[in-house]
Protein backbone atom coordinates (compact mmCIF):
# COMPACT_ATOMS: atom_id res chain seq x y z
CA UNK A 1 0.00 0.00 0.00
CA UNK A 2 1.43 3.35 -0.60
CA UNK A 3 0.42 5.96 1.70
CA UNK A 4 -0.77 9.53 -0.07
CA UNK A 5 -1.31 13.08 1.86
CA UNK A 6 -3.07 15.70 -0.14
CA UNK A 7 -3.41 19.13 1.94
CA UNK A 8 -5.49 22.42 0.68
CA UNK A 9 -6.82 24.77 2.52
CA UNK A 10 -10.21 24.56 -0.37
CA UNK A 11 -12.24 21.55 0.67
CA UNK A 12 -13.60 21.53 -3.38
CA UNK A 13 -10.11 21.33 -4.42
CA UNK A 14 -9.22 18.70 -1.90
CA UNK A 15 -11.86 16.44 -3.12
CA UNK A 16 -11.18 16.74 -6.77
CA UNK A 17 -7.86 16.13 -5.84
CA UNK A 18 -9.05 12.76 -4.15
CA UNK A 19 -11.10 11.96 -6.98
CA UNK A 20 -8.18 12.29 -9.68
CA UNK A 21 -5.81 10.15 -7.21
CA UNK A 22 -8.25 7.00 -6.67
CA UNK A 23 -8.61 7.51 -11.10
CA UNK A 24 -5.28 6.86 -11.06
CA UNK A 25 -4.51 4.22 -8.61
CA UNK A 26 -7.53 2.70 -10.29
CA UNK A 27 -6.03 2.55 -13.66
CA UNK A 28 -2.48 1.63 -12.93
CA UNK A 29 -4.07 -1.14 -10.53
CA UNK A 30 -2.06 0.35 -7.23
CA UNK A 31 -3.23 0.19 -3.37
CA UNK A 32 -2.94 3.99 -2.63
CA UNK A 33 -4.74 4.81 0.57
CA UNK A 34 -5.63 8.89 0.41
CA UNK A 35 -5.58 11.21 3.48
CA UNK A 36 -6.80 14.59 3.15
CA UNK A 37 -6.19 18.16 5.31
CA UNK A 38 -7.32 20.94 5.16
CA UNK A 39 -4.62 22.33 7.66
CA UNK A 40 -0.99 22.14 7.05
CA UNK A 41 -0.49 22.04 10.64
CA UNK A 42 -2.66 19.29 11.38
CA UNK A 43 -0.77 16.77 8.55
CA UNK A 44 2.97 18.55 10.37
CA UNK A 45 1.28 17.41 13.70
CA UNK A 46 1.17 13.56 11.56
CA UNK A 47 4.90 13.58 9.42
CA UNK A 48 7.00 11.88 12.50
CA UNK A 49 4.18 9.16 13.69
CA UNK A 50 2.42 8.58 10.72
CA UNK A 51 4.31 8.83 7.62
CA UNK A 52 3.28 9.47 3.89
CA UNK A 53 5.30 8.29 0.75
CA UNK A 54 3.80 10.70 -1.34
CA UNK A 55 3.01 14.23 -0.39
CA UNK A 56 0.70 16.93 -2.77
CA UNK A 57 0.82 20.07 -1.17
CA UNK A 58 -0.88 23.36 -1.93
CA UNK A 59 1.75 26.20 -2.21
CA UNK A 60 -0.44 28.98 -0.02
CA UNK A 61 -1.81 27.85 2.69
CA UNK A 62 -2.78 29.87 5.81
CA UNK A 63 -0.77 29.82 9.16
CA UNK A 64 1.83 27.57 7.21
CA UNK A 65 2.87 27.40 3.09
CA UNK A 66 3.79 24.56 1.24
CA UNK A 67 7.46 25.43 1.59
CA UNK A 68 7.89 25.45 5.19
CA UNK A 69 5.39 22.32 5.04
CA UNK A 70 8.19 20.25 3.18
CA UNK A 71 10.97 21.61 5.33
CA UNK A 72 9.18 19.33 7.61
CA UNK A 73 8.58 16.72 5.87
CA UNK A 74 12.55 16.66 4.83
CA UNK A 75 13.21 16.60 7.85
CA UNK A 76 11.57 13.47 8.69
CA UNK A 77 11.69 11.58 5.37
CA UNK A 78 14.72 12.05 2.81
CA UNK A 79 12.55 10.20 0.53
CA UNK A 80 9.17 11.04 0.48
CA UNK A 81 7.92 12.34 -3.07
CA UNK A 82 6.63 15.66 -2.42
CA UNK A 83 4.81 17.28 -5.74
CA UNK A 84 3.88 20.80 -5.15
CA UNK A 85 0.36 22.56 -6.61
CA UNK A 86 -0.07 26.44 -6.97
CA UNK A 87 -1.49 29.22 -8.79
CA UNK A 88 1.77 30.95 -9.07
CA UNK A 89 5.89 30.16 -10.25
CA UNK A 90 7.23 32.39 -7.75
CA UNK A 91 8.22 29.81 -4.88
CA UNK A 92 9.61 27.63 -7.78
CA UNK A 93 13.00 28.07 -6.51
CA UNK A 94 12.62 27.80 -3.21
CA UNK A 95 10.44 24.08 -4.28
CA UNK A 96 14.16 23.44 -5.40
CA UNK A 97 15.29 23.64 -1.98
CA UNK A 98 13.51 20.74 -0.40
CA UNK A 99 14.05 18.68 -3.18
CA UNK A 100 9.78 18.73 -4.52
CA UNK A 101 9.85 16.18 -7.33
CA UNK A 102 7.11 17.82 -9.34
CA UNK A 103 5.53 21.64 -9.43
CA UNK A 104 2.33 21.70 -11.01
CA UNK A 105 0.42 24.78 -11.80
CA UNK A 106 -3.05 25.27 -11.16
CA UNK A 107 -6.12 24.79 -12.48
CA UNK A 108 -4.95 21.20 -12.30
CA UNK A 109 -4.63 18.88 -15.83
CA UNK A 110 -5.36 15.47 -15.17
CA UNK A 111 -2.46 14.27 -17.27
CA UNK A 112 -0.03 16.43 -15.43
CA UNK A 113 -0.99 14.58 -12.23
CA UNK A 114 -0.54 11.33 -13.33
CA UNK A 115 2.67 11.82 -14.81
CA UNK A 116 3.54 13.15 -11.77
CA UNK A 117 2.20 9.86 -9.64
CA UNK A 118 3.91 7.79 -12.19
CA UNK A 119 7.18 9.38 -11.25
CA UNK A 120 6.59 8.57 -7.57
CA UNK A 121 5.34 5.25 -7.79
CA UNK A 122 8.61 4.28 -9.40
CA UNK A 123 10.53 6.38 -6.88
CA UNK A 124 8.65 4.22 -4.45
CA UNK A 125 9.63 1.03 -6.32
CA UNK A 126 13.23 2.06 -6.27
CA UNK A 127 13.03 1.95 -2.40
CA UNK A 128 13.30 -1.49 -2.52
CA UNK A 129 15.83 -2.07 -4.60
CA UNK A 130 19.29 -3.42 -2.78
CA UNK A 131 22.94 -4.39 -3.15
CA UNK A 132 24.07 -7.35 -1.45
CA UNK A 133 27.71 -6.90 -0.42
CA UNK A 134 29.78 -9.59 0.49
CA UNK A 135 31.80 -7.76 3.62
CA UNK A 136 33.83 -9.98 6.23
CA UNK A 137 30.76 -10.37 8.54
CA UNK A 138 28.86 -12.11 5.97
CA UNK A 139 26.46 -10.72 2.97
CA UNK A 140 25.11 -7.23 3.90
CA UNK A 141 21.83 -5.66 2.41
CA UNK A 142 22.21 -1.63 0.94
CA UNK A 143 19.22 -0.53 -0.22
CA UNK A 144 20.30 1.71 -3.70
CA UNK A 145 18.72 5.03 -1.78
CA UNK A 146 20.94 4.65 1.27
CA UNK A 147 23.99 4.74 -0.75
CA UNK A 148 25.46 8.25 -1.55
CA UNK A 149 28.84 6.84 -3.35
CA UNK A 150 30.94 4.26 -3.76
CA UNK A 151 34.67 3.73 -4.02
CA UNK A 152 36.91 1.24 -5.43
CA UNK A 153 40.05 1.37 -3.32
CA UNK A 154 42.85 -1.43 -2.66
CA UNK A 155 40.67 -3.76 -4.61
CA UNK A 156 37.48 -3.54 -2.58
CA UNK A 157 34.30 -2.03 -2.70
CA UNK A 158 33.90 1.18 0.17
CA UNK A 159 30.60 2.29 0.00
CA UNK A 160 29.29 5.33 1.90
CA UNK A 161 26.08 5.49 3.08
CA UNK A 162 23.85 8.56 3.39
CA UNK A 163 23.94 8.13 7.19
CA UNK A 164 27.92 8.16 7.22
CA UNK A 165 28.29 4.64 7.43
CA UNK A 166 31.48 3.26 5.29
CA UNK A 167 30.64 -0.17 4.26
CA UNK A 168 33.70 -2.24 2.77
CA UNK A 169 33.59 -5.65 0.85
CA UNK A 170 35.70 -8.60 0.61
CA UNK A 171 38.67 -8.38 -2.11
CA UNK A 172 36.78 -7.87 -5.50
CA UNK A 173 37.55 -10.98 -8.26
CA UNK A 174 36.17 -9.07 -10.98
CA UNK A 175 36.29 -5.60 -12.29
CA UNK A 176 35.18 -2.81 -10.14
CA UNK A 177 32.41 -2.09 -13.60
CA UNK A 178 31.13 -5.92 -13.38
CA UNK A 179 30.68 -6.07 -9.92
CA UNK A 180 28.61 -2.56 -10.33
CA UNK A 181 26.81 -3.75 -13.33
CA UNK A 182 23.68 -4.00 -11.56
CA UNK A 183 24.11 -0.58 -9.43
CA UNK A 184 25.11 1.43 -13.18
CA UNK A 185 22.09 -0.44 -14.62
CA UNK A 186 19.35 2.29 -12.39
CA UNK A 187 19.80 5.16 -13.90
CA UNK A 188 19.97 7.62 -10.69
CA UNK A 189 23.89 6.17 -10.98
CA UNK A 190 26.92 7.33 -12.58
CA UNK A 191 30.68 6.20 -12.69
CA UNK A 192 31.89 9.44 -12.69
CA UNK A 193 35.78 8.11 -12.76
CA UNK A 194 37.28 4.54 -12.75
CA UNK A 195 37.70 4.28 -9.49
CA UNK A 196 33.97 6.57 -8.03
CA UNK A 197 30.37 5.69 -8.62
CA UNK A 198 27.70 8.55 -7.25
CA UNK A 199 23.89 8.40 -5.98
CA UNK A 200 22.82 11.49 -8.44
CA UNK A 201 20.07 11.85 -5.60
CA UNK A 202 22.77 13.33 -3.44
CA UNK A 203 25.17 15.62 -5.56
CA UNK A 204 24.53 18.91 -4.44
CA UNK A 205 27.25 20.69 -6.90
CA UNK A 206 28.46 19.55 -9.80
CA UNK A 207 31.72 21.65 -11.85
CA UNK A 208 34.25 20.87 -14.03
CA UNK A 209 36.46 17.80 -12.34
CA UNK A 210 34.48 17.73 -9.62
CA UNK A 211 31.57 16.73 -7.83
CA UNK A 212 30.28 17.44 -4.33
CA UNK A 213 28.17 15.43 -2.38
CA UNK A 214 25.73 16.51 0.01
CA UNK A 215 28.11 14.71 2.89
CA UNK A 216 30.58 17.35 1.74
CA UNK A 217 32.66 14.52 0.11
CA UNK A 218 34.45 15.59 -2.96
CA UNK A 219 34.46 13.09 -5.85
CA UNK A 220 36.77 13.71 -8.62
CA UNK A 221 35.45 13.27 -12.32
CA UNK A 222 38.11 11.56 -15.50
CA UNK A 223 38.39 13.65 -17.96
CA UNK A 224 37.06 11.35 -19.90
CA UNK A 225 34.05 11.02 -18.16
CA UNK A 226 33.30 15.04 -18.13
CA UNK A 227 30.58 15.18 -21.18
CA UNK A 228 28.79 11.79 -19.97
CA UNK A 229 28.33 12.89 -16.25
CA UNK A 230 27.40 16.32 -17.27
CA UNK A 231 24.69 14.95 -19.49
CA UNK A 232 23.58 12.79 -16.97
CA UNK A 233 23.59 15.13 -13.71
CA UNK A 234 21.84 17.38 -16.37
CA UNK A 235 18.64 14.77 -17.25
CA UNK A 236 18.63 13.60 -13.84
CA UNK A 237 17.86 17.32 -13.01
CA UNK A 238 15.55 18.26 -16.10
CA UNK A 239 13.53 14.40 -15.16
CA UNK A 240 13.11 15.27 -11.27
CA UNK A 241 12.81 19.14 -10.82
Given at each position: ???????????????????????????????????????????????????????????LMPQM?????????????????????????????????????????????????????????????????????????????????????????????????????????????????????????????????????????????????????????????????????????????????
Amino acid sequence: MIRVAICDDEPKTLQCLKEAVARYGKRKNLDLAVELFASARDLEAQIETRPFQIYILDMLMPQMNGIELGQSVRKADAQAVIIYLTSTMDFAYQAFGVFAQRYLLKPLKEPELYEAMDFAAANIHKLHMALNVNTSDGIQRVFYHEIEYVENAARALHIFATDGKEIVSRLLRRSFENDMECLLQSREFIQTHKSFIVNLNYVKLYSQGQITMRSGAQIPVSKSRQSETKRAYLQYISEHY
